[in-house]
T-cell receptor
């Protein structure tokens, strides 16, 4: 159990376009999902916490107008990278929490975004 | 803010050897998690620890919640090539807070 699906697994887009990444919890309901960014050979950097039915909470330094997060249902959160630039190229990973406050995070397989 | 350190940063071992790595913090944590990440994939949960002193196994993996609550350890016995990857620890200081991730330990297994 506790399967999180992320789509697409990779995407290449042109500078100035927007890209949407989906994160779904397949076999459980997740009131909270998290979006991370990972640079090569580095750890996970939390971008924002996505709460079902309310606005996302962004970490310091993350532009909320740049990285739009929508958590419309208990099983789906989306991250839209708006007006993408080459510096937005990265590995984006979502995770979902199943259960109580100290329940572990279950991660999707990540999305490799390349902006040309 | 809270930070986690992982040691060693990287290690090269021979197949069949045992592996030990740790995760330390200057703060107390209530929950420790260990993940493994392979290239191009998301982290996979290995072991979750919830009590100081707790020792939990998952196959050849064993993790311990340090009694000071400021550290955790992960051991892998009889390593095999598919153990290759980056091992991340994550800690939660208080219930409801976000998990903090360590920088990872990169494991390479030589046949």
């Amino acid at each position: 159990g506790a399967v999180v699906s992320q789509h697409p697994s990779w995407v290449i887009c042109k500078s100035g376009t927007s890209v949407k990444i989906e994160c779904r919890s397949l076999d459980f309901q997740a009131t909270t999902m998290f979006w991370y960014r990972q640079f090569p050979k580095q750890s996970l950097m939390l971008m924002a916490t996505s709460n079902e039915g309310s606005k996302a909470t962004y970490e310091q330094g993350v532009e909320k107008d740049k990285f739009l997060i929508n958590h419309a249902s208990l099983t789906l959160s989306t991250l839209t990278v708006t007006s993408a630039h080459p510096e937005d190229s990265s590995f984006y990973i979502c995770s979902a929490k199943r259960g109580s406050y100290n329940s572990p995070l279950h991660f999707g397989n990540g999305t490799r975004l390349t902006v040309t | 803010g809270q930070q986690l350190n992982q040691s060693p940063q990287s290690m090269f071992i021979q197949e069949g050897e045992d592996v030990s790595m740790n995760c330390t913090s200057s703060s107390i944590f209530n929950t420790w998690l260990w993940y493994k990440q392979e290239p191009g994939e998301g982290p996979v949960l290995l072991i979750a620890l919830y009590k100081a002193g707790e020792l939990t196994s998952n196959g050849r993996l064993t993790a311990q919640f340090g009694i000071t609550r400021k550290d955790s350890f992960l051991n892998i016995s009889a390593s095999i090539p598919s153990d290759v990857g980056i091992y991340f620890c994550a800690g939660q200081a208080e219930y409801g807070q976000n998990f903090v991730f360590g920088p990872g330990t990169r494991l390479s297994v030589l046949p």
